[in-house]
T-cell receptor, first 113, second 112 residues
Framework: QEKVQQSPESLIVPEGAMSSLNCTFS?????SIWWYQQHPGKGPEALISIFSNGNKKEGRLTVYLNRASLHVSLHIRDSQPSDSAVYLC?????????????FGSGTKLTVEP | EAAVTQSPRNKVAVTGGKVTLSCNQT?????MYWYRQDTGHGLRLIHYSYGAGSTEKGDIPDGYKASRPSQENFSLILELATPSQTSVYFC???????????FGPGTRLTVL
């Protein structure tokens, strides 16, 4: 079973600042890493995924993956109050075609106006 | 329209009673999943399925059964509900190629 840990548990940033979230996982052979966003009372929604070592940028989001250190980070540029949510890191071992995901316990991001 | 729907959205059950949570997806995905979410534990996988007629145990299957009668429907069954099963339950569907999972809005279950 994959172990996924996220830090910090809670993050408060001012509007316009960079938000940086961290995630560590236990298996360097994991196929893919996902970041999900969850607003209160809603189901998680996929934001961005990364499969290869290095970085990936989509709009205000940048993800960095380092398989050697078993670490992935999510950076949100120009954070907005609407970005306030819980962010979940999820790792797929990619075994067979079941696409099972193992989730961390989340980082609660609050962006203050 | 929402592609993954769950019913009921809220449920109060008594200890020892039977509870069935239902999930329907219109994504035409082969894979479907049931998770529970508790404070401090994130999302934990209970059961999953890779097609009609199949069910597989996830990480915490004890006390739960699952049923996948069709491509669109996946149910989670608590035969003898206990207070420890009080939680928010999420259903998801997943694409085998893209690997992304799409979640429903959740069901809040309280077992008294």
């Amino acid at each position: 079973q994959e172990k996924v840990q996220q830090s910090p548990e809670s993050l408060i940033v001012p509007e316009g600042a960079m938000s940086s979230l961290n995630c560590t996982f236990s298996n360097s052979a994991s196929q893919s890493i996902w970041w999900y966003q969850q607003h209160p009372g809603k189901g998680p929604e996929a934001l961005i995924s990364i499969f290869s070592n290095g970085n990936k940028k989509e709009g205000r989001l940048t993800v960095y993956l380092n398989r050697a250190s078993l670490h992935v980070s999510l950076h949100i540029r120009d954070s907005q109050p609407s970005d306030s949510a819980v962010y979940l890191c999820a790792v797929s071992p990619g075994v067979s075609n079941y696409n099972v995901l193992y989730f961390g316990s989340g980082t609660k991001l609050t962006v203050e106006p | 329209e929402a592609a993954v729907t769950q019913s009921p959205r809220n449920k109060v059950a008594v200890t020892g009673g039977k509870v069935t949570l239902s999930c329907n997806q219109t994504n035409n995905h082969n894979n479907m999943y049931w998770y529970r979410q508790d404070t401090g534990h994130g999302l934990r996988l209970i059961h999953y399925s890779y097609g009609a007629g199949s069910t597989e145990k996830g990480d915490i299957p004890d006390g739960y059964k699952a049923s996948r009668p069709s491509q669109e429907n996946f149910s989670l069954i608590l035969e003898l509900a206990t207070p420890s099963q009080t939680s928010v339950y999420f259903c998801a569907s997943g694409d085998r190629v893209l690997w992304e999972q799409y979640f429903g809005p959740g069901t809040r279950l309280t077992v008294l």
